[in-house]
């Protein structure tokens, strides 16, 4: 997959329209394939996504739209307001058209792949139907204006079933980059989840001598493929933060006798590696016995054993909850691009985030 990489002059250059392609609806079964290891989902909580307004949450917060975990049900449970659910609800008879909740994206700005809506629970006051909005604009409290007539259609009006996944795939990537989205449903009801599932848009650095986080989500990092991710998925290792407990970071299953696990990562630009950074943030007793590191320059997405990948990293020795720089332990670096780096963790266990850091190749 192409990495945009422009400037935010650049951004608002190309805010002209919006997407009018087709879309085409995705199986249950095959929705995690078509996206998690193509796209990142923009508007995860975890990236730092905010909800800026909603028309009504009566039932349910409109904040549960962007948890990074599945729904969960409390039968029998109740609030003040009604039956507790997992997820956004409104008010029955709702008269206005629809519904709405605006997000501003947990990146700079995003371009759109496809959506998710989940109405897991949601049976009976699902939300019929789903249309999604976009805008490009830096002013969070314009758009959390009723008035702000700046939102194109990304997908046209959608038919949601009760309690299960929809997933629809653009038949082309928007053109254009948005900030912020309006997801809106006709006319009222409850929606467990919302994926935005896309390529960050990021803003580089002006000057070619200036480090930062190649691997970092917004950056436009992705993880593209691992060995496994049985208790935490592979997409956690680029997430900003330290996160919160062992739930949102990597980890893979127990394993005896010898044995690697690995995280392939395409960084957000190619660059030149300057340090890394691997974080075994609350993983006390699973964390990998070694750590080992290679990168590579490749013209798309390598396998795990493709030829080409060189050793960056040496196998170090790892310890429990503990953040640990490796710069003058680095090989292979100088005055070399890379466009991807693999993560190795031997023989098992948990890491919660990897950072590549360097200099974006001119």
Same mark, same amino acid.
């Given at each position: 997959?192409?990495?945009?990489?422009?400037?935010?002059?650049?951004?608002?250059?190309?805010?002209?329209?919006?997407?009018?392609?087709?879309?085409?609806?995705?199986?249950?079964?095959?929705?995690?394939?078509?996206?998690?290891?193509?796209?990142?989902?923009?508007?995860?909580?975890?990236?730092?996504?905010?909800?800026?307004?909603?028309?009504?949450?009566?039932?349910?917060?409109?904040?549960?739209?962007?948890?990074?975990?599945?729904?969960?049900?409390?039968?029998?449970?109740?609030?003040?307001?009604?039956?507790?659910?997992?997820?956004?609800?409104?008010?029955?008879?709702?008269?206005?058209?629809?519904?709405?909740?605006?997000?501003?994206?947990?990146?700079?700005?995003?371009?759109?792949?496809?959506?998710?809506?989940?109405? $897991?629970?949601?049976? !009976?006051?699902? /939300?019929?139907?789903? =249309?999604? @909005?976009?805008?490009?604009?830096? %002013?969070?409290?314009?758009?959390?204006?009723?008035?702000?007539?700046?939102?194109?259609?990304?997908?046209?009006?959608?038919?949601?079933?009760?309690?299960?996944?929809?997933?629809?795939?653009?038949?082309?990537?928007?053109?254009?980059?948005?900030?912020?989205?309006?997801?809106?449903?006709?006319?009222?009801?409850?929606?467990?989840?919302?994926r935005l599932y896309g390529v960050a848009v990021p803003v580089f650095p002006q000057s070619a001598d200036d480090v930062?986080?190649?691997? $970092?989500?917004?950056? !436009?990092?992705? /993880?593209?493929?691992? =060995?496994? @991710?049985?208790?935490?998925?592979? %997409?956690?290792?680029?997430?900003p933060g330290r996160g919160k407990d062992m739930g949102d970071g990597w980890e893979t299953k127990r394993t005896r006798?010898?044995?690697?696990?690995?995280?392939?990562?395409?960084?957000?630009?190619?660059?030149?590696?300057?340090?890394?950074?691997?974080?075994?943030?609350?993983?006390?007793?699973?964390?990998?016995?070694?750590?080992?590191?290679?990168?590579?320059?490749?013209?798309?997405?390598?396998?795990?054993?493709e030829a080409g990948w060189v050793e960056v990293l040496e196998p170090q020795k790892s310890g429990p909850d503990v953040?640990?720089?490796?710069?003058?332990?680095?090989?292979?670096?100088?005055?070399?691009?890379?466009?991807?780096?693999?993560?190795?963790?031997?023989?098992?266990?948990?890491?919660?985030?990897?950072?590549?850091?360097?200099?974006?190749?001119?």
């Amino acid at each position: 997959m192409e990495i945009h990489t422009v400037s935010i002059d650049d951004i608002k250059d190309t805010v002209t329209v919006g997407s009018t392609s087709n879309v085409r609806a995705i199986p249950i079964d095959q929705i995690d394939s078509t996206f998690k290891s193509q796209y990142i989902d923009l508007i995860s909580a975890p990236l730092g996504s905010k909800i800026l307004s909603f028309s009504d949450e009566w039932f349910a917060s409109a904040s549960n739209l962007t948890t990074p975990t599945p729904p969960i049900r409390k039968p029998g449970v109740f609030t003040h307001a009604g039956a507790w659910y997992d997820g956004w609800e409104t008010r029955r008879h709702n008269t206005e058209p629809a519904d709405w909740v605006v997000i501003r994206l947990g990146v700079a700005s995003g371009k759109v792949a496809g959506v998710e809506i989940d109405t $897991a629970f949601f049976n !009976g006051n699902h /939300a019929p139907e789903i =249309s999604v @909005q976009g805008t490009f604009c830096a %002013d969070d409290e314009k758009v959390k204006d009723k008035a702000y007539d700046g939102w194109e259609t990304i997908l046209g009006i959608q038919e949601c079933g009760p309690t299960q996944r929809h997933g629809w795939l653009l038949e082309t990537i928007t053109q254009k980059a948005y900030t912020h989205v309006k997801l809106l449903m006709y006319p009222d009801g409850g929606i467990a989840r919302f994926r935005l599932y896309g390529v960050a848009v990021p803003v580089f650095p002006q000057s070619a001598d200036d480090v930062f986080e190649l691997s $970092a989500t917004v950056m !436009g990092g992705v /993880a593209t493929s691992c =060995s496994d @991710q049985h208790f935490g998925t592979k %997409d956690n290792l680029l997430l900003p933060g330290r996160g919160k407990d062992m739930g949102d970071g990597w980890e893979t299953k127990r394993t005896r006798g010898e044995h690697v696990d690995w995280t392939v990562v395409r960084l957000g630009a190619k660059g030149e590696i300057d340090h890394i950074i691997i974080d075994t943030a609350h993983f006390r007793g699973n964390f990998p016995q070694k750590v080992q590191v290679f990168a590579g320059n490749f013209a798309s997405d390598p396998k795990h054993d493709e030829a080409g990948w060189v050793e960056v990293l040496e196998p170090q020795k790892s310890g429990p909850d503990v953040e640990k720089e490796y710069k003058s332990e680095l090989k292979e670096v100088q005055g070399k691009p890379y466009t991807h780096a693999k993560l190795v963790i031997i023989p098992d266990g948990g890491v919660k985030r990897f950072r590549v850091f360097g200099r974006k190749a001119v």
